[in-house]
């Protein structure tokens, strides 16, 4: 077999060195553009986790680099002079020229044909090669040339970066944070060799651009930060290697190869930096690469389909985390405002792989301080408490805990009413410790609703049977209850989750403009004036019904795509009067609807609204007039905003994933300055603490997980060793049976995640 391999990075020497390996009789060349010894950037990092994979793989190379790198445990974070250790980490820092040249001689031991200077854009010369590795970086020439084949889309990211070195000496990886009148800057640091370090500068470009800095001008690039950093640099100098401002480009490839070209490394996707895995991802796809074509040295078609599948969700995964830290540097600004412990909490769960219990198995010591600050900042004297059973206030209303069960539709209701099954349902959740319960939503009319089978609150009779499950949650628990109030729009008429969606009661549909939801409903009318009175009378009267039945709060349904948020989003308003175009217009009448509610409703009990933030549809609302959004409804009266995301239209992309809305919460509460809920794939006390003392949100809400488990919160207490005083005497003698299994069973999963901690690859003192 014939491989030529175009790009002689860490990706491209490492699937040689694997593959001659694995196949001695290969003919195994490598085209490299550069010369043997040139190297761009400074530093790379690796995890004690690749270095295993590496040990594992091929020793000898881990031998080498274990020999060369700067191995350090610690972390730090460091704003403005106060800084912060955590420990437990477990990394190493190698120069980049030094890898390439440990690789280099680890191919020639194993016969791989190094080849430099070599610019290869014509691969009409390699035309008797079985397999053609295209590695040759993120300006690939092989692949920009078969862009189309591949599908390739490469996104610049917002922030502009600069990687730069250092004589400074560093004994950890450490974020620098400092904030200027111009914005926020952080250096990303760390030591790859004795007197060498690394140091990337980041800033959004709105900062880059009031500091006043060139894209190629490194004299003044050096000047300016060295000026900003000379506090963190102590004295030593900045490094320039090719040092010029950029953009990250985020790259994907939907085809990762054509015929006998297979895409390896920068050429067919990249990670963001903040997470330190480009080159780990480009050596961990290699030896992918390496397996599959070993395995199927006849089929070259298969070996590349194999390829796909050890690796495409694993890359797509990392890159989503990239993504997700991205975000939160692209958003520093926003973060810098967060007390100093919270910052630096925030720093390390950014990306949402690490959490709270994960850290605190690294170094309990900082997540103590984590805690500390937060309860100190709710004037909370027991350090004990976890975040999620600290209370907390909104107007009159104070919830025993931040854990609420979010919306769910039951479809029971019998003409508006609802019945044993919703007490049931709700009571069972409230006597379980839930601090907020929310009800389905609940329509203001009968052709409001979403099914046939959705309550509402309009007549004497539904109102009574909503008052005898409000009396029941009061007398038997501390929980609240809160009513969600809404219009269905154009996604009235549903059918019930278990029926054929075309199986529905038809009533006229109504909506921001004439655009039906999908296939299955019909063409809504466009909303006129005097629709629009009935309506906001319609949210009046529930909102004093909503009163007298003894509900503790009230939320507006303005998200998902029903009623008002057809109003909301561009994709669904496309009106010319005074309701449409630009978001203030748009915002016009789901403000009618509020002040309407917030008219009916005592000044002492709290409202929250429910938003979509993004459609996940080209062309859907974006983040300035979401922030514009919950800006107004908090200008208007609201206490909260409930952010959630999706369903405006059905043609729609999720990103979903664990806790997957909470950055979209954190936009809201940390640009706007008002209290929120989050839900979305939250599954676990963990998680929930997590968002909390992250700054992310103030109340966790959860759906699916109450549905089948309904003691959630009695178990996530007995997990954390809470001990409430709210458990109903009837269920008291559940408590011997509960925290002992709860204790045990977290016992165990502590043990096992040590257990699974990769070994620390540190070379000892002798």
């Not at 190698?94 to 430099?116: A, D, P, W």
Request: net charge neutral; charged share 25%; hydrophobic share 40%.
């Amino acid at each position: 077999m014939k491989i030529s391999v175009i790009g002689g990075g860490p990706g491209g020497l490492y699937f040689s060195i694997l593959a001659k390996k694995m196949m001695p009789d290969a003919v195994i060349d490598v085209y490299e553009r550069n010369k043997a010894d040139d190297a761009f950037g400074f530093g790379v990092v690796f995890s004690d986790e690749t270095l295993s994979e590496f040990l594992t793989r091929d020793p000898r190379s881990y031998e080498l680099i274990r020999s060369r790198f700067a191995y350090w445990d610690d972390l730090d974070v460091a704003r403005n002079g106060q800084k912060v250790r955590i420990t437990g980490n477990g990394f190493c820092g190698c120069s980049r020229k030094t890898l390439l040249n440990l690789l280099q001689q680890r191919c020639q031991e194993e016969n791989v044909g190094l080849h430099f200077e070599h610019n290869v854009t014509d691969l009409s010369k390699f035309h008797d090669s079985d397999v053609i590795v295209a590695c040759d970086g993120i300006n690939s020439a092989i692949r920009d040339n078969l862009s189309a084949d591949f599908g390739t889309k490469i996104e610049l990211q917002r922030n502009k970066f600069v990687w730069l070195g250092s004589t400074r000496p560093l004994d950890a990886f450490t974020y620098w944070f400092r904030t200027t009148p111009y914005g926020t800057f952080v250096a990303h640091s760390y030591q790859y060799e004795k007197g060498m370090s690394t140091w990337i500068f980041e800033c959004s470009p709105e900062t880059w651009e009031k500091a006043g800095f060139e894209t190629e001008n490194e004299e003044t690039t050096v000047e300016k930060i060295t000026s900003i950093f000379a506090e963190e640099l102590d004295g030593h100098k900045l490094i320039t290697n090719r040092s010029h401002w950029r953009q990250f480009p985020a790259i994907t490839n939907e085809k990762w190869h054509k015929n006998n070209i297979v895409l390896l490394g920068d050429a067919k996707a990249t990670a963001h930096y903040s997470i330190g895995s480009g080159t780990k991802l480009a050596m961990e796809c290699a030896i992918a690469l390496a397996d599959s074509i070993a395995a199927n040295q006849q089929n070259i078609s298969a070996a590349f389909e194999l390829y796909d599948k050890k690796r495409r969700q694993r890359v797509e995964m990392i890159q989503h985390a990239a993504t997700v830290s991205l975000d939160w540097f692209e958003h520093m600004d926003r973060h810098a405002q967060h007390p100093f412990m919270q910052f630096a909490f925030g720093v390390m769960t950014r990306a949402k792989k690490v959490t709270y219990e994960n850290l605190a198995l690294r170094d309990k010591s900082f997540t103590d301080k984590v805690r500390t600050e937060f309860l100190k900042n709710q004037n909370i004297t027991n350090s004990d408490i976890p975040a999620a059973f600290t209370p907390f206030s909104l107007r009159g209303m104070t919830l025993q805990n931040r854990i609420a069960m979010a919306p769910m539709e039951q479809y029971s209701a019998k003409n508006g009413v609802v019945s044993n099954w919703h007490l049931v349902h709700y009571g069972s959740r409230a006597v379980s410790g839930c601090g907020l319960i929310f009800t389905e939503a609940v329509a203001v009319s009968d052709s409001a609703r979403i099914t046939s089978g959705c309550p509402m609150i309009s007549s004497e009779e539904q109102l009574n049977a909503w008052k005898e499950i409000t009396n029941f949650v009061h007398q038997n628990s501390r929980a609240k209850i809160a009513i969600q109030l809404g219009h269905a729009g154009r996604r009235a008429n549903s059918a019930f989750p278990w029926e054929n969606p075309k199986t529905t009661n038809q009533v006229p549909l109504v909506s921001a403009s004439p655009i039906r939801y999908d296939e299955n409903s019909t063409v809504p009318k466009e909303l006129d004036d005097s629709e629009m009175e009935k309506i906001i009378s319609d949210f009046a009267n529930a909102a004093k019904n909503a009163d007298k039945a003894g509900f503790d709060m009230i939320e507006l349904q303005a998200h998902h795509g029903f009623l008002l948020a057809s109003f909301l989003s561009p994709l669904t308003n496309k009106r010319s009067d005074e309701y449409g175009g630009p978001v203030e217009n748009r915002l016009k009448f789901p403000l009618k609807i509020f002040a309407a509610i917030h008219d009916n409703f005592p000044n002492e009990k709290p409202i929250s609204v429910r938003i979509s933030a993004s459609d996940w549809s080209e062309g859907g609302i974006v983040e300035v007039d979401v922030i514009a959004i919950a800006q107004a409804f908090k200008n208007a009266g609201a206490d909260i905003i409930s952010v959630s995301t999706g369903f405006t239209v059905s043609e729609q992309n999720l990103a979903t994933g664990r806790m997957w809305q909470t950055p979209f919460s954190d936009a809201v509460r940390n640009s706007v300055n008002i209290p929120t809920i989050t839900a979305g794939g939250i599954t676990d006390i963990d998680q929930i603490n997590t968002i909390l003392l992250n700054g992310r949100a103030d109340i966790v809400a959860l759906g699916r997980p109450f549905l089948l488990d309904p003691g959630f919160v009695r178990s996530a207490q007995a997990y954390e060793s809470v001990t409430p005083d709210d458990i109903p005497d009837q269920y008291f003698a559940g408590i011997s049976h509960l925290y002992p299994l709860k204790k045990s069973e977290r016992r165990e999963k502590e043990a096992m995640k040590k257990a699974l901690k990769p070994e620390s690859h540190k070379k000892q003192n002798k």
